[in-house]
């Protein structure tokens, strides 16, 4: 069997993402341990095919992502001036994600692979985020607590090094993701309701309701943000009655609700994280996934972090949620630092749910 391993002096790895909505290819290059640069990337987001359905629509999106995989391909390559024979591993991410999606980049990696003589890796999708930060012009090093807060999963652990990873707590009902999304959609702002809510908020007062921080005061590290949810719709049902919906009144009164549920959801995120830095004694912060894209919570975490003389560390706001660089950088890694081997048997799976604590190391 070939297999790619640590002795080579530079690997090139090629990377699809198709878990959802994105799809994503990109280059990396790494040399030794070093961390993998990147040398190519190229993104096709389906936001307009899902918008008319509020959300996404699985059998669409599997079919974009076989669209546009290969032309995306065609481009990273030409981008980074390389040959697919330049490439020595081609990585996919296998999960979690939706079924369909994720069979588009399994099953080209491994056809591509198989044809090319290539070995291939399934990548973990949120160990991709972790490690998204590496895409940095300024990387992290180990070790550091991560904030992990994508659409799905809202999570704190200890990140030893690659493949080490300890979890500290995690969302227990709706992801902040989510809660970004569902509020977003009880206000409607549509999908995606992330960034539209962030955007809204920058018009109202943060200070204009008190919503819930869900257990804030609770000791430990997991998350609840279904509450939180809730108590905006009932909010906004109070107000919602027909005559009220059109008025400068409700548009004021929609842009306070965004920015106080905003504040809400920043108040927790950095209350916990903080408390996870104190905890595990660390002075290195990494946060990754969509809503480390959010601009609030950017600036909160900077002064909590600042004033705590801990130094934070986010991938490039472009590349906060999916896309392709942060698969080939988490194979790279993954490889680079032998904590697991590219493979060329090709008999490939996906796995829509999937624990991160299932791809740790040994070590
Ligand atoms: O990490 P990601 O791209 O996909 C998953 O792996 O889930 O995260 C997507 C999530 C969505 O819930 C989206 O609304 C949220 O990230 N998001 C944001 C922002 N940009 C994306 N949430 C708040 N503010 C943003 N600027
Ligand atoms: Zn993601």
């Known amino acids: 069997m070939m297999q790619q391993s640590l002795t080579d002096p530079s690997l090139c790895v090629l990377g699809f993402e198709s878990s959802c909505d994105e799809t994503g290819v990109a280059l990396v290059e790494a040399m030794g341990r070093s961390t993998p640069r990147l040398l190519a990337h190229a993104l096709h987001s389906q936001v307009e095919l899902h918008g008319a359905y509020g959300g996404v629509v699985p059998e669409l999106a599997s079919r974009d992502h076989i669209r546009r995989l290969l032309p ?62 590496f895409l940095a012009e300024d990387p992290p090093c180990f070790p550091f607590v991560a904030l992990l807060v994508s659409g799905g999963h809202t ?93 400068a009144l409700y548009m004021a009164l929609r842009a306070d609700w965004a920015a106080s549920a905003q504040e809400a959801i920043v108040d927790v995120l950095v209350a916990k994280t903080l408390g996870a830095l104190r905890a595990t004694r660390m002075d290195r912060l990494v946060v990754a996934g969509g809503v480390g894209a959010n601009r609030r919570l950017r600036e909160r975490l900077d002064a909590a972090c600042s004033q705590a003389g801990v130094r934070v560390h986010y991938p490039p706001v472009a590349l906060c949620t999916d896309n392709g660089a942060m698969i080939a950088m988490a194979a790279a890694m993954r490889i680079a630092h032998g904590v697991e081997r590219a493979e060329t048997t090709y008999a490939f799976d996906v796995r829509p749910r999937w624990p991160l604590d299932a791809v740790c190391g040994s070590g």
Request: hydrophobic share 50%.
């Open 155 to 247: 999570q704190l652990m200890r990140v030893e090094g690659v493949g080490k990873y300890v979890l500290l707590g995690e969302s227990i009902d709706d992801a902040a993701g989510e809660a970004f999304d569902k509020i977003a959609k009880t206000l409607g702002l549509g999908y995606p309701g992330g960034p539209a809510l962030a955007k809204l908020a920058q018009e109202g007062k943060a200070d204009a309701f008190r919503f819930p921080r869900p257990l804030l005061h609770v000791p430990g590290w997991d998350f609840s943000f279904a509450g939180l949810k809730t108590a905006v719709a009932r909010q906004v049902a109070l107000h919602a009655n027909g005559a009220d919906l059109a008025t």
């Open 72 to 133: 995306l391909t065609r481009s990273v390559l030409a981008q980074a001036q390389r040959r697919l024979s330049d490439v020595d591993v081609i990585a996919f991410t296998r999960g979690p994600g939706l079924a369909g999606a994720l069979l588009v980049a399994a099953g080209t990696a491994c056809a591509m692979g198989a044809a090319l003589g290539k070995p291939v890796l399934g990548v973990h999708h949120l160990e991709g985020h972790l490690l998204s930060p």
